[in-house]
Nanobody, 123 residues
Framework: VQLQAFGGGLVLTGGSLKLSCAASGLTFSRYSMGWFRQAPGKEREFVAT????????GYADSVKGRFTISRDNAKNTVYLQMNALKPEDTAVYYCAVDRRLYGNNRPDEYDYWGQGTEVTVSS
């Protein structure tokens, strides 16, 4: 299983970025997906999750209303649209696979992880 995350970069406060994560080596449409992030010196934290068909999503309180997770099962890709970015959103963002239909916010329950893409929000 390979997960390739990309789309990170440097953005000003209030700006937007869209992350993508392309999956291969698995039947993507059968599994839920998640985005997590890890800031320097901090533990990895949950950002968002999406169910196998995309009908159910969940978000951390810190990003609710600003971030949107989505997926395209035909392209084996999950996305994270990030709007109204804040300096505290600065982190390495990881996508992950949960081999169940519906995911959750616990990183230890995800089975496969991508390499991460760095997001820096400058004030």
């Amino acid at each position: 299983v390979q997960l390739q995350a990309f789309g990170g970069g440097l953005v000003l406060t209030g700006g937007s970025l869209k992350l993508s994560c392309a999956a291969s080596g698995l039947t993507f449409s059968r599994y839920s997906m998640g985005w997590f992030r890890q800031a320097p010196g901090k533990e990895r934290e949950f950002v968002a999750t999406i169910s196998w068909r995309g009908g159910i999503t969940g978000y951390a309180d810190s990003v609710k209303g600003r971030f949107t997770i989505s997926r395209d099962n035909a392209k084996n890709t999950v996305y994270l649209q990030m709007n109204a970015l804040k300096p505290e959103d600065t982190a390495v963002y990881y996508c992950a696979v949960d081999r169940r239909l519906y995911g959750n916010n616990r990183p230890d329950e995800y089975d496969y992880w991508g390499q991460g893409t760095e997001v820096t929000v400058s004030s």
